[in-house]
């Protein structure tokens, strides 16, 4: 954001207001004010139809919910504000993600240190956003009626990635491990910081975000304009070295949330919404129902655009999560039916957005855990019934906040032949909390991760994959292999041993697979790493490949490598995965030519769009720098699209 962004812009550097800018652009979110209601229009009314909620049918992967502390424009959290903000229990918003500043001035670093520190200790993630790079970077010009604009000089692209990770290198000396780190806090909306073009993030990303040694967010719209972020997805070398795509949900209408393009083409990436407030910085956060807008917008958020997390603007603010006095306040009450019950890790499942007039549900699960988070817009009550498909619920916990309770628990809803009937207050949040698939509630364990999954035979549509198999105090009774795309999962295949065949795929395309494991209490584990495996482009298996491997330089604690890839067939190769195992724990942290995935010790590469055609008798060339320990044996096992390879 900008400077403090709210009205009372007390210490940092001036701007234009957002409500100002958001007026002017006409897209400023206007609340409606619920007229009085009748008696009658208050009773519940007839119960609407079941909706069907599907633990098997996996959404995104949900990293967490959080806010930013940024203590030069606001001041520090406090210690007790800082367990407020980070622990999940009663009067606490259970916030999972910490974002911090990168201030220009290294001096300045030390401030970020203690909250982040108590945010890691209650087990949150941290990521960190500049708004500007060091002034000895940054040249002026003109930008539309703006002559004082700033911009980083390109002759100090290189410094500018030595500066970011000079910061995470600072964090991680202190406690602080980074999750990610931004190259710019919104690079379109840049009136008192440092303006970027698409172009000028696309290069960035291309040429120096690979030496960052942390993940790599872009490009935090101030509205999510995809524009910003089109070039990106639409730039392989670029994509390769973003992890995060991040953007700001400022005036951005619900229309607009769902991205087709990164579902087409982020696999492998992670998709948030890294800054917003909603929906205004002007009302007290307490105002009843406006707050209610927070949880429409978190639904919209988490269904329509399928972020996996979710950042509030200043954690601590008159208009945020947790009012001046330190507690939490009905905005923050409403982020907290999502953040206190829905944990990093969990993942959306399908269930019926708006099933009836004014209502909104989404649904969660992890391992024996199905959450729901109802709201109710609606100026009178209504009756709700829930249906968990493909699994059994034993208990339900609820909590609401309305006009006259906070995370207040109730009891019930009632449960019968697993069906739960619930009353959903006027005006008002739900959050579901229902054990699933315990066999009398005597096994709530989940079996440990499979193995990530490694591609053998490969045709033009089919995909055989195996796994070490999962472990589990009661046994376990099956697997689930699901096709990862961008944020979404989708159900591939089902087995009962470690291993099974992905059919009805489509011929020279590459697809991502991962695994779950489940027992049978009907618990479900954590996702296995993934995969990635190249369909052939003409029928039959792949042919033959000659891998030639080689250190092309060394020095403390790192090296340079390169692999030749021959195509020892005879038809080209269209598009291909590679695969490998390191046995002395070392680390791929940027490569050419292709997209990495490393898990453990074991490392897929998917091509490059000018790599990805092998010709008969030809070869493609990647090339790596990585980490190593004390000693740098050459990986084994080199397989191409699931086939063994002969090395040189």
């Excluded at 087709?260 to 407030?277: D, H, I, N, R, S």
């Amino acid at each position: 954001m900008t400077s403090p962004q709210d009205v009372s812009k007390s210490g940092g550097p001036k701007s234009p207001s957002r409500r100002a800018v958001l007026v002017a652009l006409g897209v400023l979110p206007v609340l409606s004010v619920a007229l009085p209601h009748s008696r009658a229009a208050a009773a519940a009314t007839a119960a609407a139809a079941a909706v069907v909620v599907d633990p098997s049918a996996r959404r995104q992967t949900i990293r967490g919910f959080g806010g930013m502390n940024h203590p030069a424009w606001a001041g520090d959290l406090t210690a007790a504000q800082r367990d407020t903000a980070f622990g999940s229990g009663t009067g606490q918003l259970g916030f999972s993600i910490l974002r911090i500043h990168v201030d220009e001035n290294k001096a300045n670093w030390g401030a970020e240190v203690a909250t982040a520190q108590r945010a890691v200790a209650h087990g949150a993630i941290v990521f960190a956003s500049p708004w500007n790079p060091p002034a000895s970077m940054v040249e002026t010009f003109t930008h539309g009626s703006q002559t004082d604009a700033k911009r980083l000089r390109h002759d100090m692209y290189g410094a500018y990635a030595q500066h970011l990770n000079d910061f995470t290198t600072f964090m991680k000396s202190n406690g602080v491990d980074l999750y990610a780190i931004s190259i710019q806090n919104e690079p379109d909306y840049a009136s008192t910081w440092t303006w970027w073009t698409a172009s000028e993030i696309v290069t960035f990303l291309r040429n120096n975000a690979g030496s960052i040694s942390t993940r790599v967010i872009a490009p935090e719209s101030f509205q999510y304009v995809k524009s910003m972020s089109d070039p990106i997805l639409n730039d392989s070398t670029a994509l390769a070295n973003l992890d995060i795509l991040g953007a700001h949900l400022y005036g951005t209408a619900f229309s607009n949330f769902p991205y087709p393009l990164f579902q087409q083409k982020g696999a492998g990436k992670e998709l948030w919404m890294t800054e917003v407030y909603y929906p205004n910085s002007t009302d007290s956060a307490d105002l009843w129902p406006a707050a209610l807008g927070v949880g429409e917008h978190m639904h919209h958020a988490m269904v329509d655009a399928e972020f996996q997390a979710y950042v509030w603007w200043y954690i601590r603010r008159s208009y945020g999560p947790m009012r001046e006095d330190g507690q939490i306040s009905k905005r923050g009450a409403i982020m907290a039916h999502f953040s206190r019950f829905v944990r990093p890790g969990y993942v959306r499942i399908d269930a019926a957005s708006n099933p009836q007039t004014n209502v909104y549900t989404s649904a969660y699960t992890g391992g024996s855990t199905v959450v729901v988070v109802a709201v109710n817009k609606g100026t009178g009550a209504v009756s709700q019934q829930f249906s968990l498909a493909n699994t059994t619920p034993s208990g339900v916990a609820s909590y609401v906040t309305d006009s006259s309770r906070t995370l207040a628990s109730l009891s019930g809803p009632s449960l019968s032949g697993g069906i739960l009937t619930a009353t959903l207050p006027a005006q008002s949040v739900t959050t579901f909390v229902i054990t699933v698939g315990t066999s009398g509630g005597t096994d709530s364990t989940p079996p440990t991760a499979p193995g990530a999954p490694t591609a053998g035979a490969v045709t033009s549509t089919s995909v055989t994959l195996s796994w070490a198999a999962s472990t589990d105090d009661t046994g376990v009774t099956g697997y689930d292999v699901v096709r990862v795309s961008g944020s979404t999962e989708t159900t591939a295949a089902t087995s009962t041993t470690a291993g099974a065949t992905v059919t009805g795929l489509n011929a020279g395309t590459a697809y991502t697979f991962a695994v779950y494991a489940r027992d049978a209490a009907g618990n479900r584990s954590t996702r296995s790493g993934t995969v990635t495996a190249t369909t052939s482009g003409t029928g039959g298996t792949a042919g033959g490949c000659g891998i030639g491997y080689r250190v092309t330089g060394s020095w403390s604690g790192g090296f340079q490598g390169e692999i030749v890839i021959h195509n020892t067939g005879s038809a080209a190769l269209d598009g291909w995965t590679l695969a490998f195992t390191f046995t002395a724990g070392q680390t791929i942290t940027q490569l050419w030519g292709g997209t990495p995935a490393q898990n453990g010790n074991t490392v897929t590469v998917t091509p490059a769009d000018y790599t990805r055609t092998i010709p008969a008798g030809g070869s493609v060339t990647v090339g790596f720098l990585a980490n190593q320990g004390s000693t740098n044996p050459a990986p084994t096992a080199f397989t191409l699209n699931g086939a063994g390879c002969t090395t040189a």
